[in-house]
């Protein structure tokens, strides 16, 4: 059977300037290509799982606009259900802007529009696939209220809870316990823990205090990504590191994305934890070779040729 994989998050779309350097403050700088390209962590997320194999549903809000047409024919072409995408009448589709620097670091501002209108009432519309699902999948986009209601259908069904929690902010107790994977980067755990995390021992104190804090039946396990250093990976029982794979890097946006879409994936293939996370790597890997947020989420056979 077709592993399931239910994504709530935002949709956006990306502005992309290429550009030798940031600008400083009050300068103007001439930036190089410019590409408009969808986005939006939770529709990466989304089509890194769908390119990797799973049957995916997205539960989100774009606007009444071109880029809002957009998303949708892109849902579409990668063959993900649509049926709980609301087209909000009032507020335009979410927008990021994105600078990318020649060594692949990118800035980013979003601004989330529609994706910040979602409502718990939007997520009890979809109950059956939530709950039908074996992986839901959340990021922070979106707002907190509704992404607790899904979480809790998910935990009253058997559905596996994974929190990108990106971009970071602190969250309240009630949404914590709800989460079976957390995958935070450092400034994300340092945020969500209130450990500051500048040596290896202090990765290590961060990512046992916040497997404390997730639900602690089922999986129970915070991925911490360390970027070109791997993965610190902490379940109940042990701590492992797992390391990176090197690429040349040509943009880093959305190479989050394409880690946790894969992580996801993985485990709702019914994959243990450790070959999840080295799957996720190799994605995470493979994302950042191609210019553009969802235009990088890999297939199987683009991880293959990497690994
Ligand atoms: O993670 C990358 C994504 O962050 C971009 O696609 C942008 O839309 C923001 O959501």
Redesign the pocket.
Known sequence: MQPKVTVLG?A?I?LVIRAKRMPNKGETLIGGAFDIFT???GF?QATAAARLGADVTFIGRIGDDVFGEMLRSAMDAENIDTRFVKTDAESGT?I?T?VVEPDGDNS?I?VPRANMCITPKDIDTAEDSIANADVLLLQL?TPIDSSQRAAEIARDNGTIVMLDP?PARSLPDSFLDKIDILTPNTSEATVLSGHEINTAERRTVAAKALQKQIAQDGLSTVVLTLGEQGVLLCTPSETTHIPAISVEAVDT??A??AFSGALATALAKGNNIIESVKFAIAAGAAAVTVLG??PSMPTNEKIESIV
């Open positions: 935002s956006n990306d986005g939006g962590k990466n979410g990021a994105i980013i979003v986009e990106a946006t959305g989050g994305d947020a969802t």
